[in-house]
């Protein structure tokens, strides 16, 4: 079998593929959610995602995806260190006002009880189900996205009695 090869651009599929179709296939992936939060010079950043994963164990390795105009994507590079909270069921208002496009600079973390990462100062939500802290590790262009791979730093269950939010077709759910 063949290494794995990178797509030329006359490789490219003449297929043209409404984003929005695009979209709605891809929503039938149930995910879980998740917030990244920085601090880049003494502010903090925060952002709900779905598109976080395990990269490697050795060494560990994870990554997370961030739209290049979002506020945290431009505060994560600069400050190379990063944390992971993974949301609960309960935690449904926090994914929404982390999801909330330009809402306000002030109160940034909308008052919700955390912590400091003792590794990266930045905020891991106590009502996190688990949380990594991570150092950037490599960032990959993805579009309109960057692919951040962070090398894990750390690793907690803050509250790992709960259940896990999702996302599927859209809309929040709840495992039966």
């Not at 030329?8 to 939060?37: C, H, K, M, N, Y």
């Amino acid at each position: 079998m063949s290494e794995e090869r990178l797509l030329q651009p006359s490789d490219q599929s003449a297929v043209q593929l409404d984003p929005r179709e695009f979209r709605r296939v891809l929503g039938r992936f149930a995910t879980g959610v998740a917030i990244v939060s920085t601090v880049a010079d003494g502010v903090d950043y925060a952002m709900t995602i779905n598109a976080f994963t395990s990269v490697s164990l050795d060494p560990l390795l994870v990554l997370f995806c961030a739209d290049k105009n979002a506020r945290l994507h431009g505060a994560v590079l600069k400050s190379g260190r990063w944390a992971v909270s993974v949301l609960p069921e309960s935690a449904r208002d926090l994914s929404e006002w982390f999801a909330t496009r330009g809402r306000p600079l002030d109160g940034r973390l909308g008052g919700h009880p955390f912590t400091r990462g003792e590794h990266t100062g930045a905020a891991i939500f106590t009502e996190a189900l688990a949380a990594l802290e991570c150092r950037t590790h490599a960032v990959h262009d993805g579009g309109d996205h960057s692919i951040v791979v962070g090398r894990v730093l750390a690793a907690s269950t803050p509250a790992p009695q709960h259940r896990p939010l999702l996302y599927f077709e859209g809309r929040y759910r709840t495992l039966a």
